[in-house]
């Protein structure tokens, strides 16, 4: 019985290893996406706070929101004139560093 306990643990331990040793290759960078939003800047504000009376404030703003949101513009699920073109272009990297920039910036 004990021996089959410690081959659990020893299963359930390497799967561990595994999750988090391809965490960093998935972690969302935060400041790739601060130099990628130069490009969002114009109408969302280097500080997330809007620059166009139609464009959103993004500060602060939860990050699997924002992920789901430029997912949405990028298929075509979520359209407007101007996010549906700034989106095509990004990849999921970008998308998810997007994110954590303003996700980790003070609303
Ligand atoms: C030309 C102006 C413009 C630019 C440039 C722009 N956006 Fe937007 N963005 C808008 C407008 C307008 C909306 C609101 C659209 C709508 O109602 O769906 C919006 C909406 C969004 C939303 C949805 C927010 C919410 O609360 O639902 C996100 C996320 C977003 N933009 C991210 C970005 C990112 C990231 C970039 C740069 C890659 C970018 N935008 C560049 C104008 C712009």
Known sequence: MTWRLRIGGLVLLSG???VSASAPALAADAQAGRTKAM???????LDGKSK??????????VEQYLVKALKDY?????????MTMMAKP?????IANLAA???SLKP
């Open 39 to 45: 490009q969002c800047q114009t109408c969302h504000g």
């Open 90 to 94: 990004l990849s999921d990297a970008d």
């Open 101 to 103: 920039f303003y996700s």
């Open 16 to 18: 561990w290893i595994l």
């Open 52 to 61: 166009l009376p139609e464009a959103p404030n993004l500060a602060g703003q």
């Open 74 to 82: 990028r298929t075509g699920a979520r359209k407007d004139e101007m």
